[in-house]
T-cell receptor, first 114, second 114 residues
Framework: LAKTTQPPSMEAYEGQEVNVSCSHT???????IYWYRQVPHQGPQFIIQ???DYVVNEVASLFISADRKLSTLSLPWVSLRDAAVYYC???????????????FGAGTRLAVCP | EAAVTQSPRNKVTVTGGNVTLSCRQT?????MYWYRQDTGHGLRLIHY???????QIGDVPDGYKATRTTQEDFFLLLELASPSQTSLYFC?????????????FGPGTRLTVL
């Protein structure tokens, strides 16, 4: 299974765009990339998933490098509500079948200043 | 939107005590999971289930039992609680169809074992 590396913390001001990077140098061809976030006193919440190239939804966008060893989660116009821990997770769905095992690391703690 | 509820939200017990944590999901998801979250370890998978009557062992199962009584209900049992099981426990559910493997998390149960 691929191991992920993220910066432990980041800081931004309200209204800024924030890019959270994640390195997964040993990612296998059958592995997908997921991003979750967790605000204090709540469970993790799914943000976005991708396999390659560029993915966008109403919350964020995800850019994955051509060799798939690096992904970047982009949050446009962050607000105080975006202060959370952001987790990058790589998981092999094909091997595990329908079992979606998520291994959470320490994540990136994003602080948002007014 | 998927709904996962947990009860109790907070629990204090003594060493050797018997504790049951409850989880209910109302979206007919097949998969349900129990995680624990501790500082420095991220979330770790204890047990999971892919249907009523089914139970699978996760990564940190020692000291825990679980039971899936219905598709909606998944229980985590600590029959002889120890201080090392003081943690924040999350339940999650998922229904992997197509390309979506999103897990929906409950609000968590904070357990303290004195």
């Amino acid at each position: 299974l691929a191991k992920t590396t993220q910066p432990p913390s980041m800081e931004a001001y309200e209204g800024q765009e924030v890019n959270v990077s994640c390195s997964h140098t040993n990612i296998a061809t059958s592995e997908y990339i997921y991003w979750y976030r967790q605000v204090p006193h709540q469970g993790p919440q799914f943000i976005i998933q991708g396999y390659k190239d560029y993915v966008v939804n109403e919350v964020a966008s995800l850019f994955i490098s051509a060799d798939r060893k690096l992904s970047t989660l982009s949050l446009p116009w962050v607000s105080l509500r975006d202060a959370a821990v952001y987790y990058c997770i790589v998981t092999d769905i094909l091997l595990s079948g329908s079992f979606n095992k998520l291994t959470f690391g320490a994540g990136t703690r994003l602080a948002v200043c007014p | 939107e998927a709904a996962v509820t947990q009860s109790p939200r907070n629990k204090v017990t003594v060493t050797g005590g018997n504790v049951t944590l409850s989880c209910r999901q109302t979206n007919s998801h097949n998969y349900m999971y129990w995680y624990r979250q501790d500082t420095g370890h991220g979330l770790r998978l204890i047990h999971y289930s892919y249907g009523a009557g089914n139970l699978q062992i996760g990564d940190v199962p020692d000291g825990y039992k679980a039971t899936r009584t219905t598709q909606e209900d998944f229980f985590l049992l600590l029959e002889l609680a120890s201080p090392s099981q003081t943690s924040l426990y999350f339940c999650a559910s998922s229904d992997p169809t197509g390309d979506s493997y999103e897990q929906y998390f409950g609000p968590g149960t904070r357990l303290t074992v004195l």
